[in-house]
């Protein structure tokens, strides 16, 4: 089945670098995305097609991919960068779409 | 401006029926695709499947086909995610989302709750 591997949790003081990767056999032929939710909240996109950000997003963000890993770095963290992060893809066999398992960011 | 506005939290038994609505305003309803995401409490998200209401296409995760329904009405420009036979494990927050192209969800509603219990 197809799946997207995530670490479970990141933990980076204020101001430093943050990575947070994303696996799957699919990543070398698709593109990921990057949602941020944080608690209560709805998912936010912060990064589209391996490493567009959309507008409004900060420059902070970035995402990058190469093989079948999809990273997404917060360069210089924030207390309010504080959620948890999802990659995101398209089978590339079949129409179906898939949710990583999320990573919960601490900033602290 | 884009907006997708979900209806209200849902209690309900196991065995009932349910439909939850997403309204959409603010851009051509049958132009752009529009998903179902389920996150159950404490979880993370699940994509269910997509619909076009341009023509009614839909794609169902694996996981979920056949245990719900995606449909939309182009009239009202609305959204629907519907089951027959609710479960307990059906509890959850339901997000209905639009992406600009496919895959990159600008557009999120705020979360249907749906609660499922005897």
């Known amino acids: 089945s197809f799946e997207l591997t995530q670490p479970p949790s990141v933990s980076v003081s204020p101001g430093q670098t943050a990575r947070i990767t994303c696996s799957g056999d699919?990543?070398?032929?698709?593109?990921a995305y990057w949602y941020q939710q944080k608690s209560g909240q709805a998912p936010v996109l912060v990064i589209y097609e391996d490493s567009k950000r959309p507008s409004g997003i900060p420059e902070r963000f970035s995402g990058s991919s190469s093989g079948t890993m999809a990273t997404l770095t917060i360069s210089g963290a924030q207390v309010e960068d504080e959620a948890d992060y999802y990659c995101y893809s398209t089978d590339s066999s079949v129409n179906n779409s898939v949710f990583g398992t999320g990573t919960k960011v601490t900033v602290l | 401006e884009v907006q997708l506005v979900q209806s209200g939290a849902e209690v309900k038994k196991p065995g009932e029926s349910l439909k939850i609505s997403c309204k959409a305003s603010g851009y051509n309803f049958t132009s752009y695709w529009i998903a179902w995401v389920r996150q159950m409490p404490g979880k993370g998200l699940e994509w269910m499947g997509i619909?076009?209401?341009?023509?009614?296409?839909?794609r169902y995760s694996p996981a979920f086909q056949g245990q719900v329904t995606i449909s939309a009405d182009k009239s009202i420009n609305t959204a629907y995610l519907q089951w027959s036979s609710l479960k307990a494990s059906d509890t959850a927050t339901y997000y209905c989302?639009?992406?600009?192209?496919?895959?990159?969800?600008?557009?999120w509603g705020q979360g249907t709750l749906v609660t499922v219990s005897s």
């Open positions: 699919a990543l070398p032929k698709k593109y």
């Open positions: 989302a639009r992406p600009t192209t496919y895959s990159d969800y600008h557009y």
């Open positions: 619909l076009y209401p341009g023509d009614s296409e839909t």
